[in-house]
């Protein structure tokens, strides 16, 4: 949400974590987020916001994209 991106700005600003990026996105559209672009994961999270995804063929989709960027030992949590 962006309230808990903003949340998550303002503790970033505090603690002077010039490596991390937040971003606000679908889970469709993560692949247009720049700061993704070539990024792998050790963890990836989809949590209980995957009961809200419309169809079968979305859940898919967000899984094919988080197959792509987990690393070959990362894990993936639903």
């Known amino acids: 949400s962006h309230t808990a991106i903003d949340i998550l700005k303002q ?7 010039k ?3 937040l971003a606000c ?3 469709h559209e993560l ?3 720049a700061a993704l672009d070539g990024a792998v ?3 990836i999270i989809l949590n209980s916001v995957v009961q ?4 079968l063929e979305y859940l898919q989709d967000v899984f094919s994209w988080c197959l792509e960027k987990v690393s070959d ?3 993936i949590i639903i």
């Not at 503790?11 to 974590?17: D, G, R």
């Not at 809200?52 to 169809?55: K, W």
């Open 11 to 17: 503790k970033i600003q505090k603690f002077e974590l």
């Open 19 to 21: 490596e991390v990026t």
């Open 25 to 27: 996105a679908a889970a």
């Open 31 to 33: 692949d247009k987020i």
């Open 41 to 43: 994961f050790d963890t």
């Open 52 to 55: 809200y995804f419309p169809c």
């Open 73 to 75: 030992e990362g894990v």
